[in-house]
C-alpha cells in the first residue's frame, strides 16, 4: 500500500501536504534557538513507535543538514523500542559532535521517547510537556482499539500470582488456571526488556548530563522513570517538567505564553495533525527535507 511506503520528499514537492506552512515554523524557531531543529513525530492515533527505521531517516537529514551549531531534536512519540532509542541518542550525539544535543518535548514524549531524552545535553520544557516511565509496552489491538499494556506490570502481576499460589493452604486450582494465561519464556523476555531499558538510561546519562557519577545513584535519582509503582503508580501518568528537573536532569522550562512557545506550539499542532489524519503515521522532518510513512 502506498502509505505503508516511504516517502522522500523536497520542500516544492511537498507544499500541498503543508510542509511550506511549517518550514516557516522551523525557520521562526531556529533564529529563536540559534540552532538547526528535525522533527520526530510518531502518531498517537496509529498502532506506530520508535523503530530501527527511524535511525536511517535520520540520519539522512542529518547527512543533509548543517549541525556545526549544534542539534535540536523537536520530538513526539509514545514510544516504542529501547535499542533504536539508544541508536537515535548516538547518532543524535555523533552529528551534533562537540556542539549541544538537546531535546524540544512540545507535548509528550513517553517510554522510549523519553530514554531519548535522557540522552540529551539539555531538555526544553513548558510546564505541560509529559514525559513517562521508560519500562518497555506491549502494544495490542482489541476489537480495532489500540491497547498498551505495561511490561513492569505484567511481570508484577504474574510474580504476585506466583507468590499467592507458592504461599496459599488452600485450593490451588484457581491460581494454576491464572498462571497458564502466561508463558514464562515470555516473562523472561520481559525481564530483560526492562533490565535493557534501565541500562540503556543509567548508560547515557552517564555518559551526558549525569557524567561523572556513580551509576547506582543515577539509579536513584531518576527512580521515578524506573519504578512506576513509586512515584507515578502507573506507567501512562505524566513525568512533567518540575518531575524531571527536580531528579537533577538539565531542564529549560518555558513560559507556555512567551514568544518561543507559541511557536513550539503551532508547529507542534500541525505536526500532531499530519501524523493523526493525514494517513500518515510518522513523520521526520527538517525545514528542506521530510520522511514520512
Known amino acids: 500500500m502506498e502509505n505503508n511506503k516511504l516517502i522522500y520528499q523536497t520542500v ?20 529563536k534557538i540559534g540552532m538547526p531543529v528535525i522533527s520526530f513525530f510518531t502518531s498517537f492515533v496509529y498502532p506506530v513507535s520508535i523503530e530501527d527505521s527511524d535511525v536511517d531517516m535520520l540520519q539522512g537529514i542529518f547527512q543533509k543538514t548543517d549541525l556545526s551549531a549544534g542539534l535540536t531534536l523537536f520530538l513526539s512519540s509514545p514510544g516504542g523500542n529501547a535499542l533504536a532509542a539508544e541508536r537515535i541518542i548516538n547518532l543524535c550525539r555523533d552529528y551534533s559532535g562537540n556542539k549541544k ?23 526544553i520544557m513548558s510546564e505541560f510537556s509529559e514525559l513517562g516511565s521508560i519500562d518497555p509496552q506491549r502494544i495490542s489491538q482489541e ?18 500470582l506466583f507468590l499467592e499460589a507458592v504461599n496459599t493452604k488452600g485450593n490451588l486450582q484457581p491460581y494454576l488456571q491464572q498462571l497458564s494465561y502466561y508463558d514464562i ?11 535493557l531499558s534501565e541500562d540503556i538510561a543509567i548508560k ?20 521515578i522513570f524506573l519504578v512506576p509503582e513509586k512515584e ?19 531542564v529549560e522550562i518555558i513560559d507556555p505564553k512567551g514568544d518561543l512557545w507559541q511557536t513550539v506550539y503551532e508547529l507542534n499542532v500541525r505536526l500532531n495533525n499530519f501524523v493523526s489524519t493525514n494517513n500518515v503515521m510518522k513523520c521526520i522532518e527538517s525545514k528542506n527535507y521530510s520522511f514520512h510513512t
Do not use: W
Not at 101 to 123: E, F, H, N, R, W
Not at 143 to 160: A, Q, T, V
Not at 185 to 195: G, P
Open 185 to 195: 519464556r515470555e516473562i523472561e523476555e520481559m525481564r530483560t526488556a526492562l533490565a
Open 143 to 160: 476489537d480495532g482499539k489500540i491497547k498498551l499494556f505495561s511490561i513492569y506490570n505484567l511481570i508484577k502481576s504474574y510474580e504476585k
Open 101 to 123: 544535543y538537546q531535546v524540544i518535548i512540545p507535548g509528550k514524549a513517553k517510554s522510549a521517547a523519553t530514554m531519548i531524552c535522557l540522552g540529551a545535553d539539555k531538555l
Open 204 to 223: 547515557v546519562l552517564a555518559s551526558g548530563m549525569f557524567k561523572g557519577m556513580e551509576k547506582e545513584d543515577i539509579r536513584k535519582k531518576i527512580e
Open 232 to 250: 507515578v503508580k502507573t506507567h501512562g501518568r505524566p513525568i512533567y517538567a518540575l518531575d524531571a528537573k527536580n531528579c537533577g536532569l538539565n
Open 12 to 31: 516544492q514537492e511537498e507544499q500541498f501536504q503543508g510542509h511550506e506552512t511549517r518550514r516557516k515554523l522551523y525557520e521562526d524557531l531556529e533564529i
